[in-house]
T-cell receptor, first 112, second 114 residues
């Protein structure tokens, strides 16, 4: 099983739609998680951090299910500007690694 | 100001050239990172510097040589690269080196090796 797995998509949704992405992780010791968005040919930018059961920021909601080891990202009322690749990022907490493990990303295109 | 800057934005080099990538942050962050990202793939960690000391080298070939002259600067020296090294090179920084620290990325240097 990969350390972090995401559905690569692409997800093509109309403007105004609600869309959800899932991300599963293998390390049950992971305590916090991040969603980054990356626009085409740009750098990843932090979208949300998830430290407990979930987090909400405007149209974006991230939820954490520790029992099933997955994190979801829900986008409501999609905008054209939401088109990007969404990277699920799981810190590797053990040992001296202390690094981030990136999922392969989910591509979202919001259509007019 | 959560800004990491990188220069140059684009770089084309031959396999015999020597070049350097530069990264700078003025957020007082004590951890800095180099990542390599190929098209349609996630970033891959190359190096981690913590308090100006190299903490992680992810089995990167010696043709890539990192340097941290001070707490705000991070360089990546390139020599005798191969065409397969063409990629987007991202620098990132975080307050400290920890699994739960938010990393802030620079805009990257897009490298093409001919």
């Amino acid at each position: 099983r990969k350390e972090v797995e995401q559905d690569p998509g692409p997800f093509n949704v109309p403007e105004g739609a609600t869309v959800a992405f899932n991300c599963t992780y293998s390390n049950s010791a992971s305590q916090s998680f991040f969603w980054y968005r990356q626009d085409c040919r740009k750098e990843p930018k932090l979208l949300m951090s998830v430290y407990s059961s979930g987090n909400e920021d405007g149209r974006f909601t991230a939820q954490l299910n520790r029992a099933s080891q997955y994190i979801s990202l829900l986008i409501r009322d999609s905008k054209l500007s939401d088109s990007a690749t969404y990277l699920c990022v799981v810190p590797c907490p053990s040992g001296s690694a202390r690094q981030l493990t990136f999922g392969s990303g989910t591509q979202l295109t919001v259509l007019p | 100001d959560t800004e990491v800057t990188q220069t140059p934005k684009h770089l084309v080099m031959g396999m015999t050239n020597k070049k350097s990538l530069k990264c700078e942050q003025h957020m007082g962050h004590r951890a800095m990172y180099w990542y390599k990202q190929k098209a349609k793939k996630p970033p891959e960690l190359m190096f981690v510097y913590s308090y100006e000391k190299l903490s992680i080298n992810e089995s990167v070939p010696s043709r890539f040589s990192p340097e941290c002259p001070n707490s705000s600067l991070l360089n990546l020296h390139l020599h005798a690269l191969q065409p397969e090294d063409s990629a987007l090179y991202l620098c990132a920084s975080s307050q400290d080196w920890g699994a739960w620290e938010t990393q802030y990325f620079g805009p990257g240097t897009r490298l093409l090796v001919l």
